[in-house]
């Protein structure tokens, strides 16, 4: 695909859908910088709030090294500010389950049958599957949040196993040329 057919393919739709995601990708912190020279009222309120963070982190901090022991003692304020930066809602049972699903499962050396069936083309296979179907929802979904919300959801699903298919095509082979030749029928 060129240019000029990306570009005439390229839509209000897919324009919304880049739109949203740049937005998602956007920290608070960027947006509040932006606002500092248009708005420095907000930006002020925004600044005492702030310090009470701060005041709020250095008090955890030091209570956190009081207890001296188990690694507590190690522990900065600028360490809980980061972990304040990073939460912004609470974590709930669901997402405590997919955290848990998340963590990568060893894989078995072989099946108890001895016929393997996870390689490189079963796996890109079902990753083009993965695709497909992500495409299918986003195509006939007229609700762009919910299409979006399973994009992502789709492209979490199957990191791991992105990550495995980079992972075997590093490690394939090419076939010698030998293996395609026949030999010829003798005389």
């Known amino acids: 695909m060129n240019v000029m057919e990306c570009w005439k393919k390229f839509d209000i739709a897919k324009c919304i859908v880049n739109i949203k995601e740049s937005l998602e990708k956007l920290k608070p912190h960027a947006l509040k910088s932006c606002w500092k020279k248009l708005w420095p009222a907000l930006t002020a309120k925004n600044d005492e709030e702030s310090m009470q963070v701060q005041t709020l982190t250095a008090n955890i901090a030091e209570t956190a090294n009081g207890i001296g022991r188990g690694g507590f003692e190690q522990i900065e304020s600028r360490d809980i500010q980061e972990l304040l930066e ?13 955290m848990l699903n998340s ?12 016929n393997v069936t996870f390689n490189l083309e079963n ?6 599957m993965a695709n ?43 076939e010698q040329i030998k293996k395609f030749c026949k030999p010829l029928p003798k005389p």
């Open 86 to 98: 990073t939460q912004y809602e609470d974590l709930t049972e669901t997402d405590f389950e997919k």
């Open 103 to 114: 963590q990568p499962i060893e894989e078995e050396a072989s099946t108890s049958t001895g």
């Open 123 to 128: 796996l890109s296979e079902g990753l083009s």
């Open 132 to 174: 497909e179907l992500r495409d299918f929802f986003m195509n006939i979904d007229p609700f762009l949040e919910r299409s979006l919300i399973f994009k992502r959801e789709i492209a979490n699903a199957t990191a791991a196993y992105q990550s495995k298919l980079k992972e075997l095509l590093k490690t394939a082979k090419q």
